[in-house]
């Protein structure tokens, strides 16, 4: 959710990111949405239909913006990630105070976020290693049992699970395949083949058919995104200001928390 650490490109070459401009106002708003409609607005209103359809468009919104900066728009993003893994701190305590069915712990999404972006990365990483021969086979294979090891792990303690670790992972992998077709016949096919455990992922993270539309409507916009659209998206007019987008996600967990409180207090 953070901003990347440097506006520059890294190896791939860098497409428009002026979606990513509006997304972060989408991402917020549909956030917010989910949010209010499940912890503040009385239950009598029925308002469920609103987190079941605009509110799950922000967690994949949410991934494709830091899949797409991984790849495009930071020079480190193991350091992109450690700056959600901060936000996801500052913003776990006033998360815990929000009223759930069950009593498990869970760590909030800035978690999913930031643990999915290191492992895409180590991933890619491991693999141009590899390919450029200065990694083994053995300790490519070592690497990934690690992997998949805390992805099977991990899974258990963070918001949307497994399937949300998997997600953006799977969102730079049919990025870079997207950016790269062009007009040959056989990178279009693999793109096109990249793109299916995207939308595939996406549908096993709800259950109600609504959710999974949403969810996998706004996978497969991004990743049309990816194949060359978003070089139409024209820049947003009202920038958010760095410190509100920072901020948001911790801030508003604690003015629910607060409000829960005093709500409890007058009951």
């Not at 996801?88 to 930031?114: E, K």
């Not at 793109?191 to 939308?199: D, E």
């Not at 990743?223 to 760095?242: D, E, F, K, N």
């Amino acid at each position: 959710m953070a901003h990347p650490t440097s506006p520059h490109a890294g190896p791939l070459p860098r497409p428009s990111s002026h979606w990513t401009g509006w997304g972060q106002w989408l991402a917020l708003i549909t956030m917010t949405v989910d949010h209010l409609t499940r912890y503040v607005l009385p239950g009598d209103w029925d308002l469920s239909w609103a987190g079941s359809s605009i509110g799950r468009i922000a967690f994949p919104l949410f991934a494709a913006m830091v899949a797409w900066h991984g790849l495009f728009n930071t020079r480190n993003p193991l350091r992109y990630s450690r700056r959600i893994l901060v936000i996801g701190l500052v913003a776990q305590l006033p998360y815990m105070m929000m009223p759930r069915a069950s009593d498990a712990f869970i760590l909030n999404v800035c978690f999913t976020l930031a643990s999915g972006l290191a492992l895409g990365t180590l991933v890619r990483q491991g693999w141009q290693h590899y390919q450029q021969q200065t990694l083994g086979l053995p300790w490519l294979f070592a690497g990934a049992a690690v992997g998949v090891t805390v992805w099977y792990l991990l899974g258990f303690w963070v918001e949307y699970g497994h399937n949300g670790l998997l997600l953006i992972p799977l969102l730079m992998f049919a990025m870079h395949a997207l950016s790269q077709a062009e007009s040959h016949f056989q990178a279009r096919l693999w793109a096109g083949l990249a793109a299916f455990p995207v939308l595939w992922i996406a549908g096993q993270m709800n259950a109600s058919d609504m959710a999974k539309s949403f969810t996998v409507g706004t996978c497969l916009i991004v990743l049309m995104l990816a194949a060359g659209a978003a070089q139409r998206i024209p820049p947003v007019s009202l920038v958010m200001p760095r410190r509100l987008w920072l901020a948001w996600y911790p801030g508003h967990f604690a003015l629910i928390a607060l409000w829960v409180l005093l709500i409890g207090q007058l009951a």
